[in-house]
């Protein structure tokens, strides 16, 4: 049976999850940027109970949830190391592992550049992944603690993905990543795409989740082709107020 994943903004402008397995009604946070919001969600969704969260990085804005979370539903945390030093984990994961929600295996991607330990998880079987800081509609992360060089690798690992993958970026960013792939790209279908954007955003309505495909043509940091390219997208974007 499929993961069923709940979408819900917290913050000023984080997306929080949840991820249930139907097949064992096992329920999943997926990084924590408010206890409360995420609490409410559960009661208000019926779900009634939160086994695991993963978090992708260190950030507050991700992992600021994790203490009370647990002490109010006794769930366990898995997350890269980097994570203690802001918050309680139970379990380290690296590239290569599995973390189970259920019956649903989340494999674990190593992403560094937003942060040296970022990883990321997915769902082979539902065609998902919970990209955190890594990978947004149109954009990436900022390079706090990794090299371009770094985070370019990363968003290669990414793009040998399926282009059906559903993703599901960590924050509402997409109108300012579009008026900045508007200042590079002005092909008709980048401009009906940022119109689409603008649209949907006045309307209150979120962008998240995008799927690898329409990132792998649009977003200006998948298609920049090399390191060196990225890196000038990265610092261009950095400095952009459009």
């Given amino acids: 049976m499929p993961l069923t994943v709940h979408v819900f903004p917290a913050r000023t402008d984080n997306y929080a999850f949840l991820a249930r397995d139907e097949a064992t009604g096992t ?89 040296l330990g970022h990883v990321v998880f997915r769902s082979v079987t539902d065609g998902i992944a919970f990209t955190g800081d ?15 060089e770094q985070m370019w690798d990363s968003l290669c690992r990414l793009l040998a993905w399926p282009d059906d993958t559903v993703l599901y970026g960590a924050h509402e960013y997409t ?29 209150g309505e979120p962008t998240v989740p995008t799927t690898l495909g329409l990132e792998r043509r649009l977003n200006p940091f998948l298609t920049a082709g090399n390191a060196p390219e990225f890196a000038r997208r990265r610092a261009a974007k950095d400095s952009f107020s459009g």
Avoid: K, Y
């Fill in 27 to 115: 329920v999943a946070a997926i990084d924590t940027p408010d206890a409360q919001v995420i609490l409410d969600a559960i009661a208000a969704l019926g779900w009634g109970r939160l086994d695991r969260v993963l978090n992708t990085h260190w950030h507050g804005d991700h992992t600021e949830g994790n203490a009370r979370l647990q002490a109010e539903t006794g769930c366990d945390i898995h997350g890269p190391e980097e994570v203690r030093r802001v918050a309680p984990l139970d379990q380290v994961v690296e590239e290569g592992d599995v973390v189970m929600i259920g019956g649903t295996a989340l494999h674990v991607t190593a992403t560094p550049g937003h942060t």
């Fill in 134 to 148: 890594t990978l947004f509609p149109l954009g990436c992360g900022r390079l706090f603690e990794g090299t371009p």
């Fill in 175 to 203: 109108a300012a990543n579009a008026r900045f792939l508007l200042s590079v790209d002005d092909r008709a279908e980048t401009r009906a795409h940022a119109a689409a954007i603008f649209a949907a955003r006045e309307r």
